[in-house]
Nanobody, 129 residues
Framework: QLQLVESGGGSVQPGGSLRLSCTASGFTFDYYGIGWFRQAPGKEREGVSC????????YYSDSVKGRFTISRDNAKTTVYLQMNNLKPEDTGTYYC??????????????????????WGQGTQVTVSS
């Protein structure tokens, strides 16, 4: 069974940092696009960062560019989202998702269209003073 599990959420003050992890079971990320998405209360889910192991391409939304960094482990089963200089508007539930490369076409498209075939359960991030 293919599963994604997120961890690493929590509560921080503005300017703080968190690192989220997304671990896959039942498959590796070799030929998948992997993305981090977030949803704030009352708002639509938005793509934050999406990447592809095989293509070596990464996309960041304008709202997080320069502050967030997506990375992976060598085993190709865990993807991280390092979040620095967090702002209150970063608050939300963060989800990771994966989809086969042929379905998403580009990692930018994956983020912009919330294109995921497999989703984790989400991890809460709260940024507040």
């Amino acid at each position: 069974q293919l599963q994604l599990v997120e961890s690493g959420g929590g509560s921080v003050q503005p300017g703080g940092s968190l690192r989220l992890s997304c671990t896959a079971s039942g498959f590796t990320f070799d030929y998948y696009g992997i993305g981090w998405f977030r949803q704030a209360p009352g708002k639509e889910r938005e793509g934050v960062s999406c990447t592809s192991y095989s293509r070596g391409i990464t996309y960041y939304s304008d709202s997080v560019k320069g502050r967030f960094t997506i990375s992976r482990d060598n085993a190709k089963t865990t993807v991280y989202l390092q979040m620095n200089n967090l702002k209150p508007e970063d608050t939300g539930t963060y989800y990771c998702a994966a989809a086969p490369i042929p379905r998403i076409n580009t990692v930018q498209n994956m983020c912009l269209t919330n294109a995921g075939d497999y989703w984790g359960q989400g991890t809460q991030v709260t940024v507040s003073s």
